[in-house]
Structures are given as structure tokens and as C-alpha cells.
């Protein structure tokens, strides 16, 4: 991605939504586009992983795990598919693990934060659904820039 976010907005002000939570960068790529996937799930990773195994195809896939940071959705393994699979990046509403390995990965990830304990694995969850948090509604197929100074999503 050649643009930055704070440029594009102030472009295409009417055409974008800006995410006001503030995500920590934790993955090997800062700045990351593509069209958006979405997950719905909580303390639960198993939909995130499955569809992190199929092609992404430049992808970003969005999960909102209501803000949870009481176990990480995805760690170093997780995130290594989504590479060879083709993923840009995973934006999460919640926490991460592995955080030394994710940022040597060429994937964007935006989280939370970060929490070692492991996740439930019962397949919970919903994909490719409208997805809203932080007053942004995230919808499968727009697109969505990140870069160093945040989040931006196609109206």
C-alpha cells in the first residue's frame, strides 16, 4: 500500500469511516489493504483458523471478538497459514499471542493486545457477516486501509 491513511482521508473524507479504538500494529506489515472478510467470535478461534487456511487473495479479515483480551484468537501458527495462504492482514478486536514471531511475519495485524492463554477451539462464531465495533460497521467485500496511523474503511 503506497498511500497512507491520514492522505486518503483527506481525499475521500465522505467516502471513509475512521476506527477510533486504538489497535496496536503487531505484525511484520505496518501498512495493509484489501477487501474485508469477517469473523464474529468469542474467546474462540476455530472459525478464525479455518478460514485463515483457505486462499486469501489479499484479503484482510476483520474479527470482532467484543473486545475480549482474556485469550489470544490467533498466534504464530494461525498467522503463518494466512501467509502461505495469500491473507494481507487480520485486523482483531481483541487479543494476540506470539507477538515476537507475528512481527517477523509478512502480514499485517492489528489486536488489542496480547495474552498467552490459548483460546477455546468449539467453532463458534459466524463468518462473512456485517460486523460493527468502535462505531464502524465493517461489510464483507469494501475495502480497508491500515497503516502506522490507524484504520480506515470504504462507506
Known sequence: MTLVTADLY???????????????????????????????????????????????????????GAGSLNSALMGDMIAESAVANGWAGVVI?????????????????????????KSSKTGSGEADTVVAFAGVTFTPGRTIYCDEDGILVER
Not at 31 to 39: D, E, H, P, Q
Not at 44 to 60: F, M, Q, T, Y
Not at 93 to 117: E, F, Q, T, W
Request: proline residues 2%; contains cysteine; glycine residues 10%.
Open 10 to 64: 483527506d481525499e475521500h473524507e465522505e467516502a471513509l469511516q475512521s476506527v477510533s479504538l486504538q489497535f496496536q500494529n503487531l505484525g511484520g506489515r505496518a501498512r495493509f489493504s484489501g477487501a474485508i472478510r469477517t469473523v464474529t467470535c468469542f474467546e474462540d478461534n476455530a472459525l478464525i483458523k479455518s478460514i485463515l487456511a483457505a486462499p486469501g487473495e489479499g484479503s484482510v479479515l476483520v474479527v470482532d
Open 93 to 117: 478486536n481483541g487479543a494476540i499471542r506470539d507477538r515476537v514471531a507475528l512481527s517477523h511475519l509478512d502480514l499485517g495485524v492489528k489486536a488489542l493486545g496480547s495474552n498467552p492463554r
